[in-house]
């Protein structure tokens, strides 16, 4: 089990879009960020927890988790998310 791997797509101080490659294992640690957050799953499944409640996800689901909520996963297949945050999270550049 290790980290998903991060790749900083596009950005600009109002939006920014990343891809989180997860193999089969991987966890995204509870956390919680002033951001808005969007998810889209490309690929592979996932269980993920948004304050509180488990829920899983699969290939073309997609999700908002507002500012301040505290999320996570776990993957469960190998796969790609792709995220978008506003504003730009400048701890990621």
């Known amino acids: 089990m290790?980290?998903?791997?991060r790749t900083v797509l596009?950005?600009?101080p109002e939006l920014m879009l990343v891809r989180f490659a997860f193999a089969a294992g991987d966890r995204g640690a509870l956390h919680s960020h002033p951001h808005v957050q969007s998810t889209y799953v490309r690929s592979g499944r996932y269980r993920f927890t948004l304050d509180g409640r488990d829920f899983e996800i699969?290939?073309?689901d997609a999700f908002v988790i507002p500012s301040g909520a505290e999320h996570g996963c776990l993957c469960l297949e190998?796969?790609?998310l792709i995220d978008s945050f506003?504003?730009?999270?400048?701890d990621f550049l």
Request: proline share 17%; net charge negative.
């Open 78 to 80: 190998a796969g790609e």
């Open 10 to 12: 596009a950005h600009s």
């Open 86 to 90: 506003t504003p730009r999270r400048d």
């Open 2 to 5: 290790s980290d998903p791997v």
């Open 58 to 60: 699969g290939p073309g």
